[in-house]
């Protein structure tokens, strides 16, 4: 009841104490700026160091490792008798670290409802011919266009096409750092050693660069078909399958299920990469630590001037409450003080936060390893702005309801009787 | 005349700091509607005391206090708030404007907080008020642009507003110079003749008292002529 009193009451005191009433609101607004920018910002920044990994990391890698088999013959013979065996020295059998019937799990995979794409991945270790010296390398067959889908794989291509590799034969992708080494650019041709040890000449259709330049020194990309010829196996010889999920979450579960299933080891993004998810909450730990931080200091800001007016106001206060005014009309009409600045301040800060991060996601910003990145990385999520309003709501009530309360407890005698 | 507007039976009241001293001892008298009494006595006798009391500002005493018939004592704080707006009306020695407001809305403020009335009626209320009072030409004006005795006349036109049953005042001519006292009393003497308006004020004024209905004088803490008040409980 009575509210509209009680606000045109607050709007006066408030236009009374015009500057100080300026000076919070602008408190609140500098807060509200700082931590949806320093939010925006750092999220930004988070986005783009996870996505090095992320993009470039399938959720869940399909993989048969090179092991000692787990039941050797021997204990095959010996089953069921009482006795145990001994055995030092086991070696894996040899064989190549190839998934047996990929493409049978390839279209499986492809079926499940809970996978975004699967790219098939075969990895073969060459060497680079430079002259009389030889480098070490990877070459990674690949379906360009999957990879590209899944994993950004454009992104990384900074010179020539990615698309190239399927249409050229015996092309490469080459490391942007083997490519200095071995003073090798677009449309030159390249010798290579497989593993068997033929020679075979590679048309450099692309370069490619990931930011990390010990990988760049290392990795190249081909074309599934070119990786298995250098291997000499057949077109269903692949080492990897790279899933995608379309909830990365699910990782480390549907890992367990498929390495039952399909009889292979899987790795899932989460314990490949523990650590960098622990790097990520921290940052976003500390950028929320600070916001909060900001707008406490506006809050105190707030009850200092609120006290202030509170004395400066005895004499208001008591005469409204002599009139009839109840000590809660009183807390109300300060409370209404302190959010009505909260409000106004809080709404110029979203306004101001907006337009900070949009003026820093302006700015340019290029590093080196990161070739797809021009400006600084912003991300405007609604949910900054939403923590961000109820926060400041809430610092501006705390801040004006403890003064209110004691405005309220004003007693009126003592203040006209002093006079 | 039916019931009595104020009644008060056997109010005592200590003051507990820095020592516990009686500044009321059982004090007992009622106003009737339309009468002009005033309270005279030395510094410190306690009448002042007595007012906030009797206008439901200070709770903490002994005894019972009685308004319209309703007592006051079981109250609460928002209730007697409540009273204190619909039922009294208080002029203090000083105006207590609200600098914020112009003289029509501090006029109307009380009026606002009663609700009973809307925002244009409480308007053309308050314009009347201030017309009894001679001031209606001054209603838009800040009270800082007014001078000391217009200023008392507005405080007087707010503690109006809600036509309350009883008006208490707290010396209201203590600042003002001759004339303007007159003016004030004469607006009293209105208000109690014409409207049937309880006063009761406190005043060292003996000239201004000596015309009132009623004196009642106090020393002490006590109401010393009991003799010639007439409504006092036996």
Redesign the interface.
Known sequence: MKMPLLYSVAAALLQARGKQTLVAAIGVTFSITMFITLLSFMSGLNQLLDGLVLNRTPHVRLYNELQPAAEQPVDRYTRGQRQHNFIRSIKPRNELPRIHNSSAILAALRRDPRVRGVAPKTQAQVFYNVGTVTLNGTISGIEAEQENALFAFSDYVVGGNYRSLNTVTNSIILGKGAADLMLVTLGDVIQITTPKGDHVPLKVVGLFQSGLLEIDKVQSYTSLATAQKLLGESNNYVTDLQVKLHDMTLAPRLAKEYAALYEVQALDIQTANSDFETGTFIRTLISYAVGITLLTVAGFGIYNILNMMIYEKMDTIAILKAVGFSGRDVRRLFVMVALSIGLFGGALGLVCGLGLSALISQLPFTPPSLPTVKTYPVVFNPVFYGIAAAFSLITTYLAGFFPARKASQIDPVVIIRGK | MDSPALEARLITKYFNDPVRVQVLREISFSLARGEFASVVGKSGCGK?TLL?IL?T??TTYEGTLLIDNVEMGAKK??EL??????KIG?V???H??????TVLRNVM??G????KYSGAEIESRAYEKLKILGIEGEALKKPYQLSGGQKQRVAIA?ALINDPLIIMG?EPTGNLDKKNSEIVFAIFKELAETYHQALLIVTHDQEFAAQTHRIIEMEDGRITNGATAAGIIA
Do not use: C, I
């Open positions: 002042s906030y206008s500002m200070d704080e928002a708030a409540r009273v204190r707006n619909e208080f203090f020695q000083f207590y404007l609200l600098n914020e407001f403020l009380p606002e907080k009663l609700g707010r707290d």
